[in-house]
Each structure stands twice: as C-alpha cells, then as structure tokens.
C-alpha cells in the first residue's frame, strides 16, 4: 500500500477532513491531497507528526512491509501535548540557570515548530525578526501572553 492510501485511510479512521488534518499539521490542504494522491511526500518532520496524529507508527507510514500497529497519543508526554497545542503561540521563556539564553531572557517570542527534544522560536530583536532552536532540556517554564486586541 502506497504512503498517500496509509495517510488517507488513517484520516479518515480518526474521522478527520484533509481540512482538519492541514490544520494540525500546519499546511494547506491542498499538501494533504497531494500527499493522499503520492503527488508529493511530507518532509521527514512532517511524518513524524502525522504518525503522531494520526495514530501510527512512523515505520507504518514508510515500510511497506510494516503491519498496522496502532500508537495510544496518551503515550505522548503532556509536555509534548502542551508543546503542540502551543504552536503560533505568545510566549516568555525562563531557563535554567546553567542554560540561560540572554537573547530570550524577558522577551516574547512565538513557538514556530515543536520536534520531540527541540523546539523553534521566533522573536524580534531590534528590528529584525530571528528565529532560534532550542533544547527542551534548558526550558524551566513556559509563560502565555496575552494577545493583545
């Protein structure tokens, strides 16, 4: 079974829209009908999200000779959880005293991707916008802002 048919079947087994699923993983849906179609492949990132929503194994998605093994989300950490649902988010970041990063020390930044033991901010300094990836491991707390009306 091709890659797009194990993506397909697995959305629509978790009763999702090509909609829904461009949504969680932050692309158009016209990314998910093309990767439906085998038109075009997620990037690795990518499956590796998709396997988590949809319920797979990434070695599914890929192996050909690979049974269907159902993966629980509630085997995710709820830091994971809380990382994905913070996606595009206003945040302030504190660290750890050994891993203090002085560029996001009392700065709101936005959590641009989330990958396992990494996450990818975005944040103005000065005038220009810089985007940095950091190791979960320095982060002590995550604080949201307010978006502002």
Avoid: H
Avoid at 44 to 66: F, H, Q, R, T
Avoid at 99 to 125: H, M, P, R, S
């Amino acid at each position: 079974m091709s890659l797009g048919r194990k993506i397909a079947d697995a959305r629509k087994e978790k009763n999702l829209t090509q909609e829904q699923l461009a949504e969680l993983m932050s692309v158009t849906r016209q990314s998910i009908s093309r990767w439906e179609s085998d038109q075009s492949y997620p990037e690795m990132d990518k499956i590796v999200y998709l396997a988590e929503i949809l319920g797979v194994s990434c070695d599914y998605l890929l192996n050909d000779n690979c049974d269907k093994v159902e993966v629980k989300k509630e085997n995710s950490s709820a830091v994971t959880r809380l990382l994905y649902g913070s996606k595009g988010k206003k945040v302030k970041l504190s660290f750890y005293n050994d891993a203090i990063d002085y560029d996001l020390l009392n700065i709101t930044c936005v959590i641009e991707d989330f990958d396992g033991q990494w996450i990818n901010v975005q944040y103005t300094k000065g005038k220009k916008t810089e985007t940095k990836l950091l190791p979960i491991s320095s982060i002590l707390s995550i604080k949201y802002v307010k978006e502002e009306k």
